[in-house]
């Protein structure tokens, strides 16, 4: 079974109307929305919910203002400025210490050295992942709470039940929609993957985008693909493109022109190639058959 | 005053917002710093053009443990909520990475044998754009995390009237970060079933921050009014709206400023930075 991750650095450039096609096209992949912050897949490819679970990425401090006595050792150590000399009063002081829940990093070193033990310490939910049926085979996916961290973790329990869930299904691929950026759910959607396909538009942010996260994959040692979405807005940009992308060892996979037809399709509930034969879903057609062949050739 | 321009989805338009409202309210005459928080994939740089004078390693705290003085009593290990440091056999490992700096471990340590040191994560770059003071930070490759980078852009000292904060796509924690202390939060949408549900997304976050926001439609006349009514509905001002022009996504692609090169937009980003101004002094 072989993972492909979809990534851009840059957000926007297209990232998951390509997946959803992808996903029309494979016919039998396992689908993961690893964008577990904002993700969009699900609003294409409406799945229908079979199993929904709790996500617990750690834990959080909260102050019971019954039991302080305003020491300020909490404020003191921790190192996330999260506590605030704002609390309620009780008997003893007229104002207790209080923990910013948005601002808490969960790491328990207020609670571990409050000598009142006034500190809870305890796991909270901070969101949930599904296992669903879509038109196009089995997705998993993931909402992250409002506001929550560890979106890492959510990252990885998405990947590992989508990789269950191919063994189970006996499906040969698992098609990963990920997150913007390089940082942490981008580091924690890749790691380990057998193939990267970089989506990047032809724009001077692009590029750079491109280039730190193929450092990235680079950093990584994961085989990195390059497709540049909507190439025609800027032709002389997307041929200095495809050669930066060559000269780094990256493959150029096909590029996609650019169609307002795209946003007609996701108004409408559809992948591009569900729902225009021609045109630009030739692009994305001829993109999709160079990726396999890619993952066949290069990935026994 | 600091506003923050952040998003839900990427690629909807905050550096377009965000440069193209410095630049106006520079023009304008006003001390104007643009921050740009987005250190994983950091653009505005690439419009503002500035010429950056100085550049400084930013890290954060990470354990480092004295093997002479260490006992192996694996308190560290135990207090450690993120594997960063564990006790094996004689030896205690350190995973940098995986470390959030929380100093636990030097706090627990009974023999004192670890101390905190810094480790690099990014780097803070600052310089001028003209009249418009400019800072960012470029997060290292394969580093997890952005937080202590944004601080210190966040934290630079330009003492501005307006500073204006340039804040990565998503609602996790680094936008959490980058919008905390803002006295409105601008959310940039696109009229596209994603840019939408995004939206809703980054107005539930700004909203659990309790911090007052309004909206910018970029590429407003590609869809239908499905933001409108949930934006009324919500009392959630919208303050500006820029068309779905080629034009502009043409200049945006050479790494030009919509004001510069298209000066008839001039008067959309001027509006715009006006309808901020009285959605603060009406909120504060």
């Known amino acids: 079974m072989k993972e492909l991750v979809v990534i851009s650095g840059k957000g926007g450039t297209g990232k998951t109307s390509i997946v959803a096609s992808f996903a029309v096209l494979a016919k039998k992949a396992v689908l993961a929305d690893c964008d577990v912050d904002a993700a969009d897949l699900h609003l294409v490819l409406e799945p229908r919910i079979v199993k929904r679970s709790q996500f617990s990425g750690g834990s959080q401090a909260r102050i019971m203002p019954g039991h302080c006595i305003a020491c300020g050792k909490c404020e003191e150590i921790c190192r996330f400025d999260a506590i605030f000399y704002d609390g ?6 007229e104002k207790t210490y209080r923990v910013d829940p948005i601002a808490c990093e969960g790491c328990g070193v207020c609670a571990y050295f409050c000598a009142e033990n006034a500190i809870e ?9 599904f296992v669903s049926d879509t038109r196009c085979g089995p997705m998993v996916h993931a909402r992250l709470g409002i506001a929550q961290e560890n979106s890492g973790k959510l990252v990885s329990i998405v990947r590992t039940e989508a990789k269950k869930l191919a063994e189970e299904r006996k499906r040969d691929l698992v098609i990963i929609d990920g997150a913007p950026g390089i940082g942490c759910p981008v580091i924690a959607s890749i790691t ?3 193939l990267v396909l970089v989506v990047t538009e ?6 750079h985008d491109l280039e730190r996260v193929a450092d990235l994959t680079k950093h990584f040692g994961i085989e990195t693909l390059v497709c540049i979405n909507k190439w025609d807005l800027n032709k002389d940009l997307g041929s200095e493109i495809e050669r930066i992308a060559r000269r780094r060892g990256l493959k150029m996979a096909g590029n996609v022109r650019y169609d307002h037809v795209v946003t007609e399709a996701q108004i409408k509930k559809k992948s591009v190639v569900e729902y225009r034969e021609d045109g630009v879903t030739t692009d994305i057609r001829q993109l999709w058959a160079e990726v396999v062949a890619l993952m066949d050739k290069d990935l026994p | 005053m600091q506003i923050a321009i952040a998003s839900g989805k990427g690629g909807t338009g905050k550096t377009t917002v965000a440069t193209n409202l410095a630049w106006v309210a520079s023009r304008n005459g006003r001390k104007v710093a643009y921050l740009d928080c987005d250190v994983e994939e950091p653009n505005g740089h690439i419009f503002l053009k500035p010429e950056l004078s100085d550049r400084k390693p930013v890290g954060d705290l990470i354990p480092q443990v004295e093997a002479e003085k260490c006992t192996l009593c694996g308190k560290c290990g135990e207090i450690c909520r993120y594997s960063a440091i564990v006790c094996v056999g004689q030896k205690v490992l350190v995973y940098p990475e995986m470390c959030h700096g929380c100093g636990g471990c030097w706090l627990v340590c009974p023999a004192g044998a670890i101390t905190g040191v810094s480790r690099e994560m990014g780097t803070l770059e600052t310089g001028r754009a003209g009249a418009i003071q400019f800072a960012h930070g470029l997060l290292n490759v394969g580093e997890i995390r952005a937080i202590p980078l944004i601080k210190a852009v966040k934290s630079t000292d330009f003492r501005a009237d307006l500073s204006i904060v340039d804040a990565p796509p998503g609602t996790s924690c680094p936008v959490i970060e980058a919008v905390r202390d803002a006295d409105l939060v601008i959310l940039v949408t696109e009229p596209t079933p994603f840019g939408f549900h995004d939206l809703k997304l980054a107005v539930e976050t700004v909203q659990a921050l309790k911090l007052p926001l309004g909206v910018v439609i970029n590429r407003a006349s590609l869809g239908g009014r499905e933001i409108h009514t949930y934006c009324t509905a919500r009392r959630i ?9 080629r034009r502009l996504a043409e200049a945006y692609s050479r790494g030009e400023m919509a004001c510069d090169a298209l000066p008839e937009y001039q008067s959309v980003f001027t509006g715009l930075l006006e309808a901020i101004a009285y959605r603060v002094s009406s909120s504060s």
């Open chain 1, 202 to 207: 032809p724009t001077l942010s692009g590029l």
């Open chain 1, 88 to 93: 309620p009063g009780n008997g003893r002081v």
């Open chain 1, 192 to 194: 380990g993957a057998d």
């Open chain 1, 121 to 129: 310490f305890t796991p909270v939910v901070n969101g949930e992942w």
């Open chain 2, 237 to 245: 001002p919208i303050l500006a709206e820029i068309p779905d022009d």
